[in-house]
């Protein structure tokens, strides 16, 4: 896979990562919530409805801003832990959730999905929304979220996919590659943060690809389920 880096600098793609939401964590949810026309936490809810084992602790990978960790408070009774790299998110995060008194549900802590400060088969469920495209080693990091699922524990992971037909690849295209970093540009004031993420969704093993990659991590009965014409794709796997 050709490493997609937000900076293209020295740094290892992980630091860039870091810099890269520390950067933009203040207008992270407005963006994310304006750029995908108020339909991100739909996808989040779709994905929460499939964990269906009744899971009593929930890790969500990646959780930036805590909003896949909100929504699995609101549809599910278990407890949550959410993990991230980026203390600026993480942040934002820790204020939403205080806002919301939801503090005895969730809990928030920095650490790197590629190497998870939890014991083997701590949780019965994960969510890792938007966040496993923009891993270092996405094996090793597939790897741990296996490590510390529970045996039967189901894991959904949301990441933005390209659409493959015309006229929507085409429209998709012009919106995502042009569009959409101008805008993320304007109001983040990052200029590589939203011209980054269309190149790496671009870059990642979506699809078929992703499900081998999750084969490999050791997942099994591994499902592939396109939402709002695939321009996301939820993954669904069981340990
Ligand atoms: C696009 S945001 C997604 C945030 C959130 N899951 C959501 O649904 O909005 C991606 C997040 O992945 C985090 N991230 C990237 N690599 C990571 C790693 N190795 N370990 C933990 N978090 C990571 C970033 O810091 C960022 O907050």
Redesign the pocket.
Known sequence: MTEVTPYNNTESK?EQ??KM?NNIAESYDFL?HSLSFGLDNLW?KIAIKKLINKPAKILDI????G??AIIAAKYTTAQITG????KG?LDVGNKKIYNKKLEDRITLQQ????NLPFKDNSFEAMTA???VR???NLQK?LKEMHRVLSNNGMVAILEPSTPKYFPLKQLYKLYFHYLLPKIGYFISKDKNAYKYLPDSVDAFPSGDKFITELKNAGFKKCKHIPLTLGIVSLYIAIK
């Open positions: 992980k990562i870091t939401f994310n989040r990646a959780t930036g801003t909003d896949f993990i991230d790299i980026s998110m650490a790197d999905s590629e929304g938007f966040g923009n891993f270092e990091g």
